[in-house]
């Protein structure tokens, strides 16, 4: 129990026992001297403490830095009401919301650049437990919004060309609509997906099989179409993935801000928006209107998202493994293949290319290696599935864990399993697969989940897939009128764009009242995103004027750029 009393200097102490958190003599004089050791030539935005016990650090960082926002970890409740001072965003053990959820929301990802941390040893030393857990939230929180900044800068130009290109070359746009309470497998592409396959099959008639870009080609490999295709990648091959679906009309979800060329395999597209100034704009140009997601770094992610919104009866994921097994990274066949088999020779086999790429990745047991954005991934899966009603299994359960995910060959057969369309694997499967196998009578995937027979028995058959999800197709627009209502919108951005430079260095942040000074903020954070989080964070007006011109320089360019191919 923490007890709060007046110190020498009569301002309030606190201590654990014999343990004090805060000086007995002078708390605030401790505080200033730690503030100013560690921010002396910083010039912070955003100041997280971790072990805030009075509110000393929080005065002394706005007496060093009045313009910073504070941000403030409690690891106890008790001493809060005694603080000498209110931070600007506040944590602690009993306010009832996960403290990786409350960093997220009060960390802008536009001051990354300019976040520091300070941790108070007194409090950790007290706390040991909940101060650790701190510190890896703490890290994680850092570590996703990074990668996401890192991702948005590169990419950005990008996104905005497929959004464009994408909106006038897509023909037709599909309506999605699929029956409450129906059980949606998920089929990614981990190196698993290859032994679940023969499983896949012989449920095949009785579920709702969507399937990640990757893992077309293994299912189509083996003759299996699924329902749907979730696709969210941007980069310049994405679109190689679905050559696999060419005649068979299989709809794909996805935004427009996807790689371009989807459009070729002759698939329908049911349109998804997550976001960002461009994308909704153009979005709203669609008929029927986009379905709206959370922005997601895995495509995984936006198909679990995907998937909740149709409020499902259970969301099964096959070959999510998020590591790999030794150096195969993926399942097998991948349509990125035949690039490595064009370059490799007797010096340079294929495998040495699967081996150069799995090298880097951490080892987390004899086999299983994983990389840091997988983990990232893992720790969202957890987060999002312990938030959700719905029940969400996994197949297998790999080495990289996901707590709150179910692993279905650790399930007796019951109507948990069963409601997914594959049964758990029981102990008695997993014997007889054991034997069989050491008899050399069948082969491991005779005894998958989903199958209580040996390969060479009938599956069941019962196709209910078409009533369980529809598609309405609708034409696109004629291109003339998809043309014309592109270039009024970069019209309108261009004359937004124009005047950024004027956009004061005080209003890149906050409420605004002129709309084309709003688009312009928006716009320069969207297309040129690594340079507006420079204009935030900068020391002088004179440097965030500079960074605002370059700005608006490359978004004139971007702009010009793209109605020159208009025309």
């Known amino acids: ?38 921010l002396a030539h910083a010039a912070p935005r ?18 060093m830095h009045p313009e ?37 929301r009060s960390l802008p ?9 300070l941790e108070w040893a007194p409090a950790s030393r007290a706390f040991p437990v909940p101060a650790e857990q701190a510190r890896g939230q703490l890290r994680a929180v850092i570590q996703r919004l ?47 997906l290859n032994h679940y396959i023969p499983a896949l099959e012989q449920v095949r ?41 060419r005649g068979r009309a299989v709809p794909v979800a996805m935004p427009l ?88 020779s007797r010096l340079s086999p294929y495998l040495l290319f699967q081996f150069a790429a799995a090298e880097p990745l951490e080892r987390i047991s004899t086999r299983a290696r994983r990389s840091r954005a997988l983990e990232t991934y893992a720790t969202w899966f957890s987060e999002r599935v312990s938030r959700c009603a719905t029940p969400v299994y996994r197949v297998p359960p790999a080495a990289a864990a996901v707590k709150g995910m179910i692993a279905l060959e650790t399930l007796e057969t019951g109507p948990s399993a069963q409601d997914t369309g594959l049964r758990a694997a029981t102990p008695e499967h997993a014997a007889a697969r054991g034997r069989a196998t050491a008899q050399g009578r069948f082969s491991p995937g005779d005894f998958l989940p989903g199958r209580s027979e040996p390969r060479s028995a009938s599956p069941e058959s019962s196709p209910r897939r078409h009533t369980q999800m529809q598609t309405r197709c609708v034409s696109a627009a004629p291109l003339a009128e998809r043309k014309a209502g592109v270039d009024r919108l970069l019209a309108a951005w261009r004359a937004a764009a124009a005047n ?53 320089e490359r978004l004139l360019g971007e702009l010009d750029h793209v109605r020159r191919w208009l025309r």
């Open 1 to 38: 129990m923490v007890h709060v009393e007046p110190g020498r200097s009569g301002t309030p102490t606190a201590r654990i026992g014999s343990h004090t958190l805060v000086s007995r003599y002078d708390p605030r004089r401790e505080a200033l001297r730690f503030v100013q050791d560690r």
């Open 46 to 63: 955003v100041v997280v403490v971790l072990g805030e016990v009075l509110g000393y650090l929080t005065e002394a960082i706005r007496t």
């Open 68 to 104: 910073a926002t504070v941000v403030a970890v409690y690891y106890s409740a008790e001493t809060v009401v005694h603080s000498v001072a209110t931070p600007d965003a506040l944590w602690h053990p009993d306010l009832g919301l996960p403290l990786k959820a409350f960093l997220e």
């Open 109 to 117: 990802e536009e001051y990354l650049e300019a976040v520091e941390a």
């Open 146 to 192: 990074s990668a996401g900044a890192i991702t948005a800068s590169y990419f950005a130009p990008r996104w905005f060309r497929n959004a464009v290109v994408n909106y006038l070359c897509i023909s037709t746009f599909a309506n999605l609509q699929i029956e409450p309470e129906t059980a949606v497998v998920i089929a990614a592409s981990g190196p698993s």
């Open 205 to 245: 008639d009785r579920i709702l099989l969507w399937a990640l870009p990757s893992a077309v080609l293994p299912l189509r490999s083996a003759g299996i179409v699924p329902d749907l295709v979730i696709a969210t990648d941007g980069g310049v091959y994405a679109a190689e993935h679905l050559e696999a679906l």
């Open 257 to 344: 801000t996807a790689g371009r060329g989807i459009w070729r395999s002759g698939s329908p597209v049911v349109p998804l928006c997550q976001g960002g100034i461009v994308e909704t704009a153009i979005s709203e140009l669609i008929r029927p209107p986009a379905v709206a997601l959370p922005p997601n770094g895995t495509v995984a992610g936006s198909a679990l998202e995907l998937a909740l919104r149709f409020g499902p009866r259970s969301v099964t994921f096959v070959g999510l493994d998020l590591c790999s097994d030794d150096i195969r990274l993926h399942a097998r066949p991948h349509a990125y293949e035949h690039y490595y088999r064009r370059a490799e």
């Open 500 to 552: 950024l430079d004027n956009l004061a260095a005080s209003r890149l942040e906050g409420p605004l009242d002129d709309t084309e000074r709003l688009l312009a903020r928006e716009l320069a954070r969207y297309l040129t995103p690594q340079l507006f989080r420079r204009c935030t964070v900068a020391s002088s007006e004179h440097k965030r004027r500079t960074l605002l011109r370059e700005a608006r």
